[in-house]
């Protein structure tokens, strides 16, 4: 399966007309561009309630009424559920920065079945026969010696992308994959990329809201919109830290996402494969074929996988054993040592 990056860029509102593309960003000569490149966000089209203001002016003056009921309604549920549960955002270790903490229903998410959490731990024989594809494209070299740590002296891996992002879509299973060899996830949700993006409703999972331990590594993830349309752009959801920021600056200039920074020795920017490789398929079908490694999303996500816990087991100090001890690991972190 050949894997060439594509991401997108993250332009200042309002939004660019639908589907204006750019080039992305290479930071590795050998990061061939795809047909689709980095492409700009798209402006979503006219909101439903927009629609639904101009054909129905006798019910639309009703609408306010209802949604007074709801809102007191929804304010008691709150009020009843919040006692005893934080919220998403306080208590999600894996995300970062600030942003809105809304419901899963808000923000077209919904809560992820346990079989699909279960088959992000592909079976080892599985990652061993996919390996590394030769044309596989590596995560790039930052070139600095030194390994950024988190609070807790583990190696970061810090993660940016949005809900809406159908490349971000992508690569998310494949970093979920990984780092399920070096800690466990708990409440991750499942969502969509946008229905009105490139590979619209790429399903996936969502790091927001979900928390993330390992004795190994600190991960940090920032979902920095949802893929509800909001006016020109979508509902804004987290916003990356100064320090997120930086980085971000530093090894993408152009500011695609998904922006993936493994403890400032390597970095992907934008996806490793194409969206199209999910397209039409339920999240449930994407999970099943993880561990078929003769499928196409194996070939893809676990060949992907395998890069990123390469480049994770090598600012380890190759822990766990069990990993780094894996062939196809120890050979993908030889190619990226040289």
Request: proline residues 8%; glycine residues 8%; hydrophobic residues 35%.
């Amino acid at each position: 399966m050949s894997k060439s990056p594509s991401g997108s860029p993250r332009p200042a509102r309002p939004s660019p007309s639908p589907k204006s593309k750019s080039t992305t960003n290479s930071k590795n000569s050998s990061r061939a561009s795809t047909n689709n490149g980095a492409r700009t966000r798209p402006t979503p089209t006219p909101a439903p309630w927009a629609r639904f203001r101009t054909r129905h002016p006798v019910l639309t003056a009703l609408v306010p009424v209802g949604l007074v009921v709801a809102a007191v309604a929804t304010m008691i549920a709150i009020k009843a559920a919040g006692d005893g549960n934080p919220s998403a955002s306080a208590s999600s270790h894996a995300a970062a920065g600030s942003g809105s903490a809304a419901g899963s229903a808000d923000r077209g998410t919904t809560k992820l079945s346990p079989q699909v959490v279960d088959a992000l731990s592909v079976p080892t024989t599985t990652l061993e026969t996919v390996g590394s594809p030769s044309s596989d494209v590596l995560p790039t070299k930052t070139g600095t010696a030194s390994t950024l740590k988190g609070a807790d002296g583990k190696p970061l891996i810090t993660y940016i992308g949005a809900e809406y992002c159908p490349f971000c879509a992508a690569e998310r299973w494949a970093l979920a994959v990984a780092l399920s060899r070096f800690g466990t996830f708990e409440n991750l949700s499942g969502t969509q990329s946008s229905v009105s993006d490139e590979f619209p409703g790429t399903q996936t999972l969502s790091f927001y809201g979900s928390s993330y331990s390992s004795p190994y590594v600190d991960f940090r993830a920032v979902e920095e919109e949802t893929n509800q349309v909001d006016g020109n752009s979508y509902q804004p959801l987290q916003a990356p830290t100064s320090a997120q920021s930086a980085l971000m600056a530093k090894y993408d200039s152009q500011g695609s996402i998904p922006f993936l920074d493994i403890a400032n020795r390597y970095v992907i920017t934008g996806s490793s494969f194409s969206p199209q490789v999910l397209q039409g398929l339920s999240r449930s079908q994407i999970a099943a074929d993880l561990a078929n490694p003769s499928s196409a999303v194996a070939q893809a996500v676990d060949g992907t996988a395998n890069d990123i816990t390469a480049a994770i087991a090598s600012v380890t100090g190759n822990q766990p054993s069990s990993v780094a001890s894996s062939a196809s690991v120890a050979a993908i972190e030889q190619k990226l040592a040289a």
